[in-house]
């Protein structure tokens, strides 16, 4: 079997509606009627009927929803529960990292990733909020329970959020729920579950054929004297509401089956070719680098002895490279503090510039419009902002000049300077080419954007 759940989340941003009651029979049913196939379910609500209702006794606890968020692997988090339904316990520190959540598909990653097969339930909270989002995004199957008009005029925000997404709506149902079979209306709608059923058609919502009843018997399910919810299949056999949870569970069993590759799957296709185009513009970037010392030429990737302190990049990306620690600080000493004579490495003069580069973007740039030509001399914080400037002494041709340093960086093949400039941003020890992924790339070339900016509202006087 496939380590992908299929997913089937019950959403309304009405409560009340019987999300829960539909949620948790239908993990019960479905596993009774097709016992080889695992099912789950998990809920983003905080009342704990999930948990009251499957635990078993002596389980040690494995974690929470909120770690399946903080991304513990789903298949570890999953319990045995009764009737054979294995549940993810819920939390009460949900509201806490919602904030965290970064947009409506980390849950569809956590669930490709997870390691759970079978069917997995998703009960929501009543709004609409990022779990809820989440859940809806991941689904392979929405059901959306609807009683009365304000819940079915409310899921208009569901189907927009499909919309939103380019999800297919055809997932997307509406099951009548609480139906009171007693009501009876004159004219061409005869019953509740037939005029909701029209006006949802009216509203281009699809509508299933089945419903769910309201039944005295199924409400009662939740109170008694033991302070347990009862389920239907063991409790309500007798009653409609079984016959139509039969009826569902058997219609969902059909779709599952029909599903070659559930949504999980797809996504997890999707994130390996993902990852594959990243790693080939890492690569790309990566292989266009100088593995060597820009200054001094010493080999200063990962494993080589010589430590790489700062990446450098001309300002138009046609040149990357390292500088290697001693020598970069030898660079500034000779440049900036005029010191040409050896600084031991244990001076602690030294050791000051050394940790304070290591925390300082430097930038050359060139000012060649300027008779004999000078070097504008920048440093910034991390996050851009300056914090000082000066003008040096260009000395193309002199060793150890910054004329030199920009010739390698900057020069054309004629050794002429282009406009632009050369940034030096601090790297990791450990790993200086991780410089060049993804996000930290990204990261760079912000602020490399941002410095641009800065330095084009200022000229060489
Ligand atoms: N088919 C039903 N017949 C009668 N009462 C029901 C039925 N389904 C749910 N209920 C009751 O309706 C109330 C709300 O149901 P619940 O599943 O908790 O809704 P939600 O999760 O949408 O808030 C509960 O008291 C529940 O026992
Ligand atoms: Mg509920």
């Known amino acids: 079997m496939n380590n992908y759940p299929y997913v089937i989340t019950i959403s309304s941003e009405k409560g009340g509606v019987g999300k829960t009651t539909l949620a948790t029979n239908l993990a019960i049913y479905l596993k009774a009627m097709h016992e080889d196939l695992p099912v789950s379910i998990l809920s983003f609500d905080n009342h704990f009927t999930v948990d009251s209702m499957f635990e078993l006794g002596g389980q040690a606890p494995r974690g929470s929803v909120l770690d399946l968020l903080l991304e513990m692997p789903g298949s570890q988090l999953l319990h045995t529960g009764q009737y054979g339904v294995n549940y993810i316990p819920s939390?009460?520190?949900?509201?806490?990292?919602?904030?965290?959540?970064?947009?409506?598909?980390?849950?569809?990653?956590?669930?490709?990733?997870?390691?759970?097969?079978?069917?997995?339930?998703?009960?929501t909270r009543p709004e609409l909020d990022i779990l809820t989002r989440n859940a809806l995004f991941a689904a392979d199957r929405v059901l959306i329970p609807v009683k009365d008009m304000p819940s079915l005029e409310n899921c208009r925000h569901i189907f927009q959020e499909f919309d939103k997404r380019g999800m297919d709506r055809r997932n997307l149902s509406l099951i009548p729920c609480l139906i009171d079979e007693r009501i009876k209306y004159d004219g061409p709608f005869k019953d509740q579950k037939?005029?909701?059923?029209?006006?949802?058609?009216?509203?281009?919502?699809?509508?299933?054929?089945?419903?769910i009843s309201k039944s005295p018997k199924v409400e009662s399910l939740n109170t008694n004297p033991e302070g347990k919810i009862y389920p239907i299949l063991t409790h309500a056999r007798w009653t409609d509401v079984h016959q139509q949870f039969t009826q569902l569970s058997g219609e969902l069993l059909q779709a599952y089956r029909a599903t070659a590759e559930p949504r999980a799957s797809l996504f997890r296709q999707w994130l390996a070719a993902e990852e594959g185009?990243?790693?080939?513009?890492?690569?790309?970037?990566?292989?266009?680098?100088?593995?060597?010392?820009?200054?001094?030429?010493?080999?200063?990737?990962?494993?080589?002895?010589?430590?790489?302190?700062?990446?450098?990049?001309?300002?138009?990306?046609?040149f990357g490279?390292?500088?290697?620690?001693?020598?970069?600080?030898?660079?500034?000493?000779?440049?900036?503090?005029?010191?040409?004579?050896?600084?031991?490495?244990?001076?602690?003069?030294?050791?000051?510039?050394?940790?304070?580069?290591g925390k300082t973007v430097f930038v050359f740039r060139p000012m060649l419009d300027n008779g004999a030509g000078t070097v504008d001399f920048h440093r910034?914080?991390?996050?851009?902002?300056?914090?000082?400037r000066k003008e040096y002494p260009l000395d193309i041709?002199?060793?150890?000049?910054?004329?030199?340093?920009?010739?390698?960086?900057?020069?054309?093949?004629?050794?002429?300077?282009?406009?632009?400039?050369?940034?030096?941003?601090?790297?990791?020890h450990e790993a200086p080419e991780s410089i060049m992924a993804e996000d930290n790339y990204r990261r760079l070339a912000k602020l490399k954007g941002q410095i641009a900016e800065q330095l084009m509202g200022t000229t060489g006087d």
């Open 91 to 123: 939390s009460l520190e949900l509201a806490e990292i919602k904030g965290s959540i970064k947009g409506p598909m980390v849950l569809a990653r956590l669930l490709a990733i997870s390691g759970i097969s079978g069917i997995l339930i998703i009960d």
């Open 194 to 211: 037939s005029l909701l059923r029209a006006f949802a058609i009216n509203r281009g919502f699809r509508c299933m054929d089945l419903f």
């Open 277 to 318: 185009r990243k790693k080939e513009a890492y690569f790309g970037r990566l292989s266009g680098l100088r593995p060597h010392c820009t200054l001094c030429g010493k080999p200063v990737l990962a494993n080589d002895s010589a430590r790489a302190s700062h990446y450098c990049e001309a300002s138009d990306g046609s």
């Open 321 to 357: 490279g390292f500088v290697e620690q001693k020598c970069f600080i030898d660079f500034i000493l000779a440049t900036i503090f005029n010191v040409t004579r050896e600084v031991p490495e244990d001076d602690p003069g030294r050791a000051v510039l050394t940790d304070a580069a």
């Open 380 to 388: 910034f914080d991390m996050e851009g902002k300056p914090l000082s």
């Open 397 to 428: 041709g002199t060793a150890g000049s910054f004329g030199n340093v920009l010739v390698k960086t900057l020069g054309n093949e004629e050794g002429k300077l282009r406009d632009g400039f050369v940034i030096f941003h601090p790297v990791s």
